[in-house]
């Protein structure tokens, strides 16, 4: 069964880093979206992506966050300076239509020093 | 905004027993997605109901939403190990592409 994979499953930064967190949906799917869940809380949304832009992002997706599709499979999340509140678990989710259920990966957990 | 409360927070059970997990919506849902979630893991899709009344069924697990579509049920029939984990409630209130809004979640323990 087709999955979504995201890269790397843990990574590491130093505060004030740079950090990409890659993902690959669903060959078929055309919505894209990024999601983080910080340890002992809800999972929230972040960004949702169609048609090669944003459709909606949420009010944590400040300046410091961008996505980008920069080729047919790949969809990343770059964090331009972290912060040690920027530590989560991130998920990328994909559909194929907008009322059919979002698919997510197993996440990548970052964890800002 | 949205808001989702899901109860209990967490629930421990002893195995072969049923049970009910409830998630209940500050707005009319376009639609309410069940997911399952291991530590430290991703989600995975249960069920999908969009239609007030709507009641689907998968293996040992039965999803209903109110008519109102403002509340949700989870019910396990005969409950295993295999259904341990935290199981999320997720709701999409615009009917479009738009992002999830989850529940906490509730913590299920299944004991032998």
């Known amino acids: 069964e087709p999955e979504v994979t995201q890269t790397p499953s843990h990574q590491v930064t130093q505060m004030g880093q740079e950090v990409i967190l890659r993902c690959v949906p669903i060959?078929?799917?055309?919505?894209f979206y990024w999601y983080r869940q910080i340890l002992g809380q809800k999972v929230e949304f972040l960004v949702s992506?169609?048609?090669?832009?944003?459709?909606?992002k949420s009010e944590i997706f400040d300046d410091q966050f961008s996505v980008e599709r920069p080729d047919g499979s790949n969809f990343t999340l770059k964090i331009r300076s972290t912060k040690l509140e920027d530590s989560a678990m991130y998920f990328c989710?994909?559909?194929?239509?907008?009322?059919?259920?979002?698919?997510f990966g197993d996440g990548t957990r970052l964890s800002i020093l | 905004s949205q808001e989702l409360e899901q109860s209990p927070q967490s629930l421990i059970v002893q195995e072969g027993k049923n049970l009910t997990i409830n998630c209940t919506s500050s707005?009319?849902?376009?639609?309410l997605y069940w997911y399952k979630q291991k530590y430290g893991e991703g989600l995975i899709f249960l069920m999908m109901?969009?239609?007030?009344?709507e009641e689907k069924s998968h293996e040992k697990i039965t999803a209903k939403l109110d008519e109102k579509k403002q509340q949700s049920s989870l019910h396990i029939t005969a409950s295993q190990p295999s259904h341990a984990g935290i199981y999320l409630c997720?709701?999409?209130?615009?009917?479009?592409?738009?992002?999830?809004?989850f529940g906490k979640g509730t913590h299920l323990i299944i004991q032998p």
């Open positions: 060959s078929n799917h055309l919505y």
């Open positions: 109901l969009q239609k007030g009344g």
């Open positions: 707005k009319t849902l376009y639609g």
């Open positions: 989710a994909s559909t194929g239509q907008s009322n059919q259920p979002q698919h």
């Open positions: 997720g709701a999409d209130n615009a009917g479009g592409a738009d992002g999830l809004t």
């Open positions: 992506f169609y048609n090669n832009e944003i459709s909606e």
